[in-house]
């Protein structure tokens, strides 16, 4: 590198120790060390960092206790079973019932807080990559209360929206309040989402990278220390509610193999198409989503297919968090498998169609722990001697790092959401690496940049 080229950098704050090595190259050669950009990180900035952490914990158990009590009250769900167990157990009639219900009170809420907050923002997303980091507390609180509701009832969406637009919302109040400068709000707002993430799933090290890696798209010091310290600081305050022990407990510790290193690399290209249709999937159902008059009506059609298709598959109810378990356990026959492969993203799709909000990241997840455990099925049959949990393993990571296009936040989720995995990073990042690659070159659109509204 030229002298030239190096007096370009300037580290912005300098450091306290100005001398420089001996060899006399200087620290700023290393890129992530350099200037902080429009977003300084300032004494005050550091101040609403913890308070933003602190906010978006207590706003995830909030939200959380919101969700569990729903579920109570429609399915006598309660601790120390799955949802599925809950809504297998319940009538045919309180699982119409159910949904038939959340339909009529979703349209109608969300018609009438859109009706009269129709000029405020609740899109953390394009807030951040757009616009400056300004979002309504109310109508962000009212999207996630009326989310989080409509999901305990049954509809087949992600709760993770919820948590993390209110992380994004806490940012954006505090820094208003504050005078931050619109590049020091988004960065806050980037920490909030990502903090809400890492709160309500104990994943506060890829809470930390979402927020790098997806909202902020930029892996520097500046970015990731501010992310890192509100993520740990949400998920620390969250576990005054929220349990600390994985968000799928008891997966076995499969063992890397061969047959699963061979698997991954020829699943990647596949799990990469695959991704390129459900996004562009989700892409196209999310602008011809039902608006005005129609959105009224819409969610408690849709939500009415959703509870006749539960008749017999009960496991598209909820956000596909007990249909990934099952998959990462290895169990489940590979027919039903194969039919919940296609019906889960179909009825994700009708819901948010209808004009209902709410995440999806659960359900990405769950639609690659399917493909890798079905196409895992038929690879053992012809190359035995490894488990099919670790496929589901596989597939998802493959899933999430292609339909985010965010392959170390999907690898570390995925690690974090299981507590091991491990032994399984070699094929995890193969399959990852190459589904994520094949996206980008196809379509290049992730599940966040295909729900942006129009202009």
Not at 79 to 107: H, K, N, P, W
Not at 446 to 453: F, N
Request: glycine residues 14%; neutral net charge.
């Amino acid at each position: 590198m030229t002298d030239e080229r190096r007096t370009e950098r300037a580290r912005i704050p300098p450091p306290i120790i100005r001398t420089r090595l001996p060899s006399g190259r200087g620290a700023t050669e290393q890129p992530n060390v350099t200037g902080e950009g429009d977003a300084t990180l300032t004494p005050l900035f550091w101040l609403l960092v913890v308070a933003t952490g602190i906010a978006t914990g207590l706003l995830g158990d909030l939200l959380m206790y919101v969700l569990f009590s729903v579920q109570h009250i429609a399915f006598g769900f309660h601790g120390g079973e799955s949802f599925q167990t809950a809504v297998e157990r319940s009538s045919d009639v309180r699982r119409i019932g159910s949904l038939l219900i959340a339909g009529a009170f979703g349209g109608i809420a969300w018609f009438v807080l859109r009706r009269f907050t129709a000029k405020e923002s609740s899109d953390l997303d394009d807030e951040v990559w757009n616009g400056d980091g300004r979002l309504s507390f109310r109508r962000c609180i009212g999207t996630s209360l009326i989310s989080e509701v409509v999901i305990g009832m049954g509809a087949s969406i992600g709760r993770e929206a919820a948590p993390k637009l209110m992380g994004g919302a806490a940012g954006s109040l505090l820094g208003t309040w504050a005078r931050l400068t619109p590049g020091q709000r988004r960065l806050l707002v980037a920490c909030g989402g990502g903090a809400g993430l890492a709160a309500v799933y104990n994943v506060p090290l890829g809470g930390a990278l979402f927020t790098a890696e997806v909202l902020y798209g930029s892996m520097s010091l500046p970015v990731l220390l501010p992310a890192l310290a509100c993520s740990w600081i949400a998920t620390a305050t969250g576990w005054i509610y929220l349990a600390r022990y994985a968000t799928y407990p008891d997966v076995p510790s499969y063992h890397f193999s061969i047959s699963l290193l061979v698997f991954a690399i020829l699943l990647g290209p596949v799990a990469g198409v695959v991704s390129t249709g459900y996004v562009r999937l989700i892409g196209l159902v999310s602008h011809h989503r039902a608006t005005g008059a129609w959105a009224l009506g819409a969610p408690l059609l849709a939500f009415g297919l959703l509870g006749l298709a539960g008749l017999h598959y009960p496991q598209l109810f909820g956000n596909g968090k007990d249909i990934a378990h099952v998959a990462f356990l290895g169990q489940g026959g590979l027919g039903l498998l194969a039919v919940l492969l296609v019906l889960k993203p179909l009825v994700t799709a009708l819901c948010l169609g209808s004009g209902a909000q709410g995440g999806l990241f659960t359900p990405t997840l769950c639609a690659g722990a399917l493909l890798g455990a079905c196409a895992g099925g038929g690879w053992v049959l012809a190359w035995p001697g490894s488990a099919v949990g670790g496929f589901a393993i596989v597939g998802a990571a493959a899933m999430i790092g292609a339909s985010m296009q965010a392959p170390i936040t999907a690898l570390v989720l995925v690690v974090e959401l299981i507590h091991g995995g491990l032994d399984l990073l070699v094929p995890m990042m193969a399959a990852t690496a190459g589904a994520t690659a094949v996206t980008r070159y196809l379509d290049g659109y992730s599940i966040y940049s295909a729900r942006l509204p129009s202009h």
